[in-house]
């Protein structure tokens, strides 16, 4: 995700209503540039077969958020503490 984005991805994704929510976190979504669309559609099809397998692997969707949110979604000053 673009770090400039960072402000509009955590404001989506605080809306209450789902249905809103959804439709916003699409549309960022899908004004990503294409390279970028496209790695984040490649990497979400592997997680949602990690997830899948996760009696396995332990890996279940909150894990896989933990491990990989912070890589994804991080704001331009790299501060954790805003993580």
């Known amino acids: 995700f673009l770090s400039d984005k960072y ?3 955590i404001d989506a994704n605080r809306k209450e209503d789902p249905v809103e929510r959804l439709k916003t976190l699409k549309r960022l979504i899908h004004d990503l540039p294409e390279h970028h669309y496209e790695t984040l559609k490649f990497l979400s099809a592997h997680l949602k077969t ?30 954790m503490t805003h993580m």
């Open 7 to 9: 402000a509009d991805f």
């Open 50 to 79: 990690v997830a899948e397998n996760s009696e396995k692997n332990k890996m279940e969707p909150r894990n896989l958020a933990i491990v990989f949110g912070p890589t994804l979604v991080r704001t331009s000053d790299d501060n």
